[in-house]
């Protein structure tokens, strides 16, 4: 069995200041972990993802995420927030070749 | 090829009536994957599919819902006798082969049961 924890379920950042969005997961095998952003009625759009190798993943729009094991933590950062990045935010993990689990969310709001 | 295609992205149905959703996934992709989200949540599994072959359901996907994948293309979710409950945005995905690889997601479809 296999499941994400995202604390917050609200994020507010200034413009410029540092975005952390935090995923803790449960997974009985090595996992795979995903970030996705989604905009209002919108599908899912990959951020980053790590899958075997350097922990540190970097993605899209200049988000990048740890993957730490002892942990258990895959959190998201990003040095300098853009108002562009107002969307809400997904943690997944996958530890096989079929679906994702995902978190209930993180809703990013960035404050001019 | 544009992505992974969902119609229609809206629904509005009566109570009790039954309604159809079509996917139509990246070509070259083998899996297709239906999600259901609700206001407020992450995503939640309700089948897959690995060409035609449906592999997996959730215990989500009552006998309301079936799902089909004929010759490995397009995809449909049927729910029949809708409820309230199933207002939702439907999401479908698709992937190539490998729990490592990117799933890549449709606009969905709005169902509102009234």
């Known amino acids: 069995a296999q499941s994400v924890t995202q604390l917050g379920s609200h994020v507010s950042v200034s413009e410029g200041a540092l975005v952390l969005l935090r995923c803790n997961y449960s997974?009985?095998?090595?996992?795979?972990l995903f970030w996705y952003v989604q905009y209002p009625n919108q599908g899912l759009q990959l951020l980053l993802k790590y899958t075997t190798g350097a922990t540190l993943v970097k993605g899209i729009n200049g988000f990048e995420a740890e993957f730490k094991k002892s942990e258990t933590s895959f959190h998201l950062t990003k040095p300098s927030a853009h108002m562009s990045d107002a969307a809400e935010y997904f943690c997944a993990v996958s530890s096989s070749a079929r679906q994702l689990t995902f978190g209930s969310g993180t809703q990013l709001t960035v404050l001019p | 090829d544009t992505g992974v295609s969902q119609n229609p992205r809206h629904k509005i149905t009566k109570r009790g009536q039954n309604v159809t959703f079509r996917c139509d996934p990246i070509?070259?992709?083998?899996?297709l994957y239906w999600y259901r989200q609700t206001l407020g949540q992450g995503p939640e599994f309700l089948t897959y599919?690995?060409?035609?072959?449906?592999?997996?359901k959730s215990r989500l996907l009552s006998d309301r819902f079936s799902a089909e994948r004929p010759k490995g293309s397009f995809s449909t979710l049927e729910i029949q006798r809708t409820e309230q409950g199933d207002s939702a945005m439907y999401l479908c995905a698709s992937s190539s082969s490998g729990g490592e690889t990117e799933a890549f997601f449709g606009q969905g479809t709005r169902l509102t049961v009234v």
């Open positions: 070509s070259e992709h083998n899996r």
């Open positions: 997974s009985s095998v090595p996992p795979y």
């Open positions: 599919f690995q060409n035609e072959a449906q592999l997996e």
